[in-house]
């Protein structure tokens, strides 16, 4: 049984919370009583074992002749960037598994946490420790990017009621959040011409601006007509293609989602089809270990990617896999050849899983700002591009490239990374990115 299914977050049955302080309190000693009433009871009897003293005599060493100075071989930059990656590798093979999140205090983050899951009209019964806890995660990790951005916002405000030099001002804030140009007019089109029907104060003119920042990250979703949250079909194969240049944590995502998936009570299989950069199907190995997931992988180096996912597709087909994540070679978008590689896979996807849920989710760095829009629009046509991951927003001050993304590319957001821990990427849920962009520190 799955432990909190995060492809199908409970739906709201009622209004929002009309006292958020009492509804916090209310999910707190709920939250505190299950997890007190799931904690193993102590053992009171400590085990002593005898430890027997043992003098130690040192052997006098041997007189040795004096050798002399050895000279070091000299190592290329290929083996050291070698001996590096096997580093890593074995740092994430021996890194331990993270700990279930606890609940902590009745302080500000929970709070804050309570605060955004009532205003969506959830009841205190239907919360969990992991959204208070990711709610929490996803507030702190969106802190670069609103450092100054929401005080220097609320200072332009002010108590005085919004006018054509707040907005030049608010304009100038979105656009260093690298929110984009086409959302930056689209907003303030939205304030102005509110300000030009009465009066708006500070408090109206930020609840509209958060509303209108919304509206920007759902409009990809209603123009397609999906849902807003991305989810496997259950009892049938969903294959889900993992795009995007190298760096910007493809593998590393790919990995995440499969533990997403199984924890949510998916079967799941991987595909390692970037089988041209090295130690690239060890480090999948070693994330979908992490997650109990079977690899599909040829040990062949430069292996034919197609191949590779022919090879996956027949697997998850025997074991009746609900979900199948292919990784795919990281390439630049302006490499012709490695782009109709990922068009080969495509195509073999389509004539041997007709029946598949097929997605095609492109990865982007967070930090790479408008760069990222670029590489979106040009993977669209070889991929079949149907939504985008957002990565490293916990290490951006650019976190408002979601909205960039949203507005100029028409592709949903299907989810956001928010930490290096294999449980920090979740769904993207447009109310609570917002919140957490225009938090109040």
Not at 66 to 87: F, I, N, W
Not at 215 to 230: F, I
Not at 231 to 259: E, F, M, R, S
Not at 302 to 325: H, M, Q, T, W, Y
């Amino acid at each position: 049984m799955s432990e909190f299914d995060w492809f199908q977050r409970p739906t709201p049955e009622a209004e929002a919370a009309e006292d958020a302080l009492a509804w916090a309190k209310e999910a707190y000693a709920r939250l505190k009583a299950q997890q007190q009433g799931s904690q193993p009871e102590v053992e009171t009897v400590e085990k002593v074992e005898a430890v027997k003293e043992v003098e130690i005599v040192e052997e006098p060493k041997p007189t040795e002749e004096p050798k002399l100075e050895e000279q070091k071989p000299v190592v290329s930059l290929l083996e050291q960037a070698a001996a590096k990656r096997e580093e890593r590798l074995a740092s994430l093979a021996q890194e331990a598994p993270p700990a279930e999140p606890e609940l902590g205090q009745l302080d500000a983050d929970f709070l804050w946490s309570a605060e955004v899951l009532a205003a969506q009209g959830r009841s205190a019964a239907q919360v969990s420790i992991e959204e208070i806890d990711w709610l929490a995660k996803l507030r702190a990790g969106m802190e670069k990017t609103r450092q100054g951005f929401v005080t220097q916002l609320l200072e332009n405000l002010g108590d005085e009621p919004l006018s054509e030099k707040s907005l030049e001002e608010i304009e100038s804030l979105l656009l260093r959040a690298d929110v984009g140009v086409e959302s930056t007019d689209q907003s303030l089109d939205r304030l102005r011409k509110r300000m030009n029907e009465g009066v708006l104060d500070a408090t109206e003119a930020l609840g509209l601006l958060k509303q209108e920042l919304r509206e920007q990250l759902e409009k990809p979703l209603s123009n397609k007509g999906v849902l807003p949250l991305l989810a496997p079909d259950k009892n049938q194969l969903n294959i889900w293609l993992i795009v995007g240049v190298n760096g910007v944590g493809k593998t590393t995502t790919l990995g995440k989602l499969a533990n997403l998936a199984v924890r949510s009570g998916y079967s799941c299989l991987v595909a390692a089809g970037d089988t041209f950069r090295a130690a690239a199907v060890q480090q999948l190995q070693v994330w979908a270990e992490r997650s109990g997931v079977t690899v599909i992988a040829n040990p062949s180096a430069n292996a034919d990617p197609a191949a590779v996912v022919f090879d996956a597709i027949g697997a998850a087909r025997s074991k009746n896999i609900e979900l199948l994540l292919v990784d795919t070679a990281g390439r630049l978008q302006t490499k012709h050849n490695l782009m109709e590689e990922l068009a080969k896979v495509r195509r073999i996807i389509d004539r041997l899983a007709p029946e598949a849920k097929v997605e095609s989710l492109l990865v982007l760095d967070a930090s790479q700002g408008q760069n990222g829009l670029r590489q979106a629009m040009a993977f669209a046509a070889a991929a079949q591009l149907t939504g985008v991951v957002l990565t490293k927003l916990d290490g951006s001050a650019r976190g408002g490239v979601a909205l960039a993304v949203a507005a100029e590319t028409g592709l949903p957001i299907r989810f956001i990374g928010a930490g290096e821990g294999i449980k920090d990427l979740r769904p993207f849920n447009s109310f609570e990115f917002v919140e957490a962009l225009l938090a109040r520190n």
